[in-house]
């Protein structure tokens, strides 16, 4: 398989860590990517092979993050092949109580900062005639529970899974392929609540009365980077949390 250059913001934990550690196991270059200097200094340490990575840490919601990060991939790897917008924050809290600066967290780091990360990789992408944007999304914004209340991070999300859409079909005659992966209750740091994991409290919402890793999520990254035909979709990853609900 052609060895290729990914970026992965949000590398620090979880899903991204994951995503990282399995293409570089795979052989590909990876450039990594988290708001916090120490925590993607210390997985930066715990990843090789050392010659295959570059790191460059900052804040997504910024854009010259973004192009941050394609000069670290030029530079070290001289191609910017798969970027993989993982950097992603949740949290729950009613809808009549959410304000303005709550909302623009949800939208500025998952959404702008998807979108301008986005921006600033795909004229890169279409003078090398081809490219691979991974957006991560939820399952959940088509699938309502009462009881969890997350209007604020669901609009950043749905509007993710729209822009995913829309990118696919204005660059698709350009050869990138747009698409998002959409990860169920997956056991990551997100999960945690005083140092202690929650996230098998959702185990029962799934078909298999378990929830998932981070590693079945960089899976499925994996295979849609290096899968040629597949553009414009919403791929779930939930343990079948979704199955008959989709609309
Ligand atoms: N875990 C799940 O069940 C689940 C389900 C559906 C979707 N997702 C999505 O999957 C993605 C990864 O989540 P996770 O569960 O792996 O969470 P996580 O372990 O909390 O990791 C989140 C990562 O995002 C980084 N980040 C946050 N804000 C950032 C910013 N402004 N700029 C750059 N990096 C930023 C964090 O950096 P630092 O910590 O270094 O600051 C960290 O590396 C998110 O988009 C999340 O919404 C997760």
Redesign the pocket.
Known sequence: MKKQTIIV????????KSVAKYFLERGDNVVI????HD??LQTYNELAPKENIAMVS????HKQ?GEQLLAAALEKFGSADVLIN?????DTKPFLEVDENYLDRFLN??LK?TFFTTQAFIPQMLKQKEGVVIN???PIVNHAFGGFPTTAPLSS?GAIHSLTLQLAAEFGRHNIRVNTV?????R????EVNGEDV?YKSAGLTLLNRVGE?EHIAQMVYTVAKNDFITGTIINVDGGMMAGRNL
């Open positions: 913001t949000g590398a620090s934990s979880g899903i991204g990517n988290s708001l916090t925590k993607l900052g804040d997504v919601r993050t993982n950097a992603g924050i949740f780091t998952n900062g991560i999304g939820t999300k959409a990860p169920g209750t997956i990551t740091p997100m999960h996230s981070a």
